[in-house]
């Protein structure tokens, strides 16, 4: 089954409002195993919104139209839908009904522009709105389903879960999923990683293999479709299998979480604390970690030591050794690590010290960074990166990387990296 | 001028990611004068590709494609755009030497895909991308000017705003200017504002009145065209002048800036330092203000005290004021701040302890935010705040009620706040 979601609303296009409908019905579709092609965007105009329809009608077996259902005259959807299919609204008495309740639980007349949201298509199907007075309607007309539903989210979302989703369901011809998992990588660039398995993604076809890089991280999709999702997983996995036997040592999840949530999943799975000391992400790391809920129960606390007093005075950083060998320094990046270990007493101490620019500090250029990794009871280690772009470029980098680091430190014990 | 957005890429019709490129680029059109007619996405497909951009060139004058530019084998936009065309890309030397360069900074061949970024349109412009390898393209073909962008955002909105806004407005039919002022508002409610000012909205003309909301903060752009930059200002003055009389007090900038812009300016204006404590918020203000290039002329540093021992043993919050009022409490937000203020010898402090979620904390509320200001010489004041929303929803919404109350306090004085 071709579908394709038109979204219809000239905010849309002023770019005051995102458009996110078309992924939440593009998320639902593919689960449901029904492809979506295109999202279509256009605005409160009759004679545009009758152009895109008649274009959808040529190539897709399910049309979604979001938007246009209000009392308003700028809003024409099913009224343009009517148009294009010749068929002739009519009036749908409990529709009317319920809108007229409203109205009188208001203590307000109704207004007149309200009794078109009562109008239907005769051989339709409405799904009724119990949160605003625009119901949703669905119509079949020379094998093409039109479905139309109200713009605001909170209308929209609980209509498609309870009445929309099932009745998707009951056009579907075979009972067909599709059925995803993402595997994600970090430090390995993204055309490196595909020269690395294009063989596979040369002969992919059920599952498909889709890379996406973003800021060092690689995504690979993997998505297969079969008749339920055990038999689509089993399509999957030698396909899976293949790909980390080749590039599994980039590769930090096979669960499509984030670098922090990784870590924080392996913290806690270890009983173990992390401390940070953050100089040049000025606070990124902490922020990351603590964005994934129940944190608190592995990160004890960070300091964002942005300059030296706040090395010595808050981690008691011994002054000559960042006279000697400066604040960017693996000398610093190591003690940094160990003392915000000891003095939050935590299980693991993660530091960062280095230049995000725009300028060189201490005589050292732009990219330049030091991490430090402490683990209770083994020696201090620290590591030296450069990495290029903007100030915010390095930063986001520095701290992926730290995670990145970490999360292999513990995954893989001391000796191996 | 009439356009369209064309995104590619199967991950939007997957629903996997939002397309906020087609808002960003349509705000940018609507300001320039151009009309943005419809939105179109469609997946790495080069069958499908090629139908949206033949009907594209039917009714736009201006074509905007973003994403599919990169070195894999999925990434067709501009092969495609060219084959629609008739035309055939040639290699732009600097942009050969550019990849060739970055590969060896990395100490790294260049992997073959990589090479056909550096294919371009022989008539047309090119866009050089300093944060990655694909650069922007532009071709005009038969009247239809295609513009070509990378998908990752942090290449295309600097490209953009760099090197295809002048672009754009040198294809505009009359030489006139199109001239903005943006200003931000905090502590007020997009629909409260707009009603505030909603009769200078309905006689808008020249200039425009764009509202904007995000995350807690509103935004009003005010868009004038005029012959030249110093006109559209003068036009754009009363508008200004009229709305900053009605709403000015939760203005914070008339220029554009984020708060921790303001904030980093305001202390350094004044010669002034400041240092953190963050307990919900986790590292998020110290990143927003050290994410400011040059904010370690006025950033001392930061603790993220996620736990009770970092806020004892780091910042020596004394264990009975934890006991006896909690560490959600007024009494911990003050002693918090005061303790930063001091040990990082600084004129500010500001501190911030609460729950963010998702579950309550010591028994209080999931949105209670408790934020400490200790200015030196002065005594050290607590706030109260409840937020609403999802976790990220209140660590960001703190976070910019923090920098906020310590903009105001800044720039008015202790006895107005």
Known sequence: MRAEIIAVGTELLLGHTLNTHASFLSRECSELGIGVYYHITVGDNRDRLKEVIRTARERSDLVILTGGL????????????????G???????????????LFRQRGMPVPSGNYKQALVFPQGTVFPNDRGTAPGLAVTHEGVTYVMLPG???????????????????????????????????????SYLEERIKDLIDRQNNPTIAPYAKRGEVTIRLTAKASNVQEAEERIAPVRQAILERVGAYCYSERDETLEQVTVNQLRDRGQTLALAESCTGGLVAQMITSVPGASEVFKGGVVCYT??????????????????????????????????QRMDADWGLSVTGVAGPSPAEGKPVGLVYVGLAERGRPVRAYRFTFRGSR???????????LFLLQERIKKGELTT
Chains 1, 2 share one sequence.
């Open 70 to 85: 209000g009392p308003t005259e700028d809003d024409l959807t099913k009224e343009t839908v009517a148009e294009v299919l």
């Open 87 to 101: 068929i002739e609204l009519v009036e749908h008495p409990p529709t009317r009904r319920w809108i007229e309740d």
């Open 152 to 190: 605001p989210p909170h209308e929209l979302i609980p209509m498609f879960e309870k009445q929309v989703k099932p009745f998707l369901i009951s056009l579907l011809p075979e009972k067909e999923v599709i059925h995803s998992q993402v595997l994600r990588f970090f430090g390995i660039g993204e």
């Open 308 to 341: 030296n007093e706040a090395k010595e005075w808050l981690l008691q950083v011994p002054r000559n050794i960042i006279d000697v060998h400066g604040a960017i320094s693996m000398e610093t990046a190591c003690t940094l690590a160990e003392q915000a270990a």
């Open 392 to 402: 915010e470029d390095i930063r986001v980098r520095a701290a992926k990387q730290m």
